[in-house]
């Protein structure tokens, strides 16, 4: 038990929760169970703490009935601790695991494919001209929408903006 207890304890949980990367999800699940871990482990080391010393001899001194203290030493002497077959439980960890490392698969996954994206885009953002360096025509060129609504404004006879004066003011002499 020491053993186990002495490998949990070095286990770096906080690498895991920020450094893997992992959803929602699968940081939730580790802390129930790192939270289920602890609390057993803590119930069954207060459960070694307190183990009940009976002094039979003290009872004998003081019960009339010799008979019930002669019982509770048959009982006692008889006791063994019962085993259980936790072989059961074995398979849901093993589901459990599974489902960790698909959805840690997954969310690899899915990083590796954002980050790929995030690195384009960065790179376009680094080689792309300065802003005041562009054309109408190229401006209009990359986003076709912002030509097709100044040449729709321009047929309906609109030359102003809307919402324009409301942000920038009026900057007219007459």
Known sequence: MSAI??????????KIYSGLG????????????RARNTAAFNK???????????DLAHYKSVLKDQSVIQQAE???????????????????????????????????????????SL?????????????????????GHARPEITHAVETMLKKGKWTVPGYRETFGEFSLM
């Open 119 to 139: 690195k384009k885009t960065l790179s376009n953002i680094q080689d792309a001209r300065p802003f005041e360096d562009l054309t109408a025509a190229e401006v």
């Open 22 to 33: 992992l959803n929602k999800e699968t940081l939730t699940e580790l802390q129930a169970f």
């Open 5 to 14: 207890r002495s490998a949990s304890a070095n286990v770096d949980w906080s």
């Open 74 to 116: 048959k009982v006692l002497a008889e006791f063994k601790p019962a085993d259980y077959d936790v072989s059961k439980w074995n398979g849901v960890v093993d589901a459990f695991e599974g489902k960790a490392v698909e959805a840690a698969k997954a969310t690899v996954t899915k990083i590796s494919s954002e980050e790929e």
């Open 44 to 54: 069954a080391a207060a459960i070694k703490a307190t183990v009940p010393e009976l």
